[in-house]
Nanobody
């Protein structure tokens, strides 16, 4: 069970921090953030594997930071210098292992809207 929070409406250049609280699931596995804008496919924004290996989409490198607190079973996404093109529903995803191959667990999403 994954529950996202922290989505909001902000102006371009602003910051948001998304949180994903996990229950019945261990964030020691690979976990990640995905987003889906209207009319577009879901894309992986960032992930952090069980070994601490991270991935960022080119579009967010240098602006977004993924982190997790396994003691709290919580995943975070710090988003800075937000752009209108970051507007989307953001989802937390959990893999079934430390590798980031298959994401089988999903939250309900939290909306991020960035205005120019």
């Amino acid at each position: 069970h994954l529950v996202e929070s922290g989505g909001d409406s902000v102006q371009a250049g602003g910051s948001l921090k998304l949180t994903c609280a996990a229950s019945g699931y261990s964030t020691q596995n690979c976990v990640g953030w995905f987003r889906q804008a209207p009319g577009k496919e879901r894309e992986k924004v960032a992930s952090v594997g069980g070994y601490g290996d991270t991935y960022y989409a080119d579009s967010v490198k240098g602006r977004f930071t993924i982190s997790k607190d396994n003691a709290k079973n919580t995943l975070y996404l710090q988003m800075n210098s937000l752009k209108p093109e970051d507007t989307a529903m953001y989802y937390c995803g959990g893999a079934d292992s430390w590798a980031c191959d298959n994401f089988d667990y999903w939250g309900q999403g939290t909306q991020v809207t960035v205005s120019s």
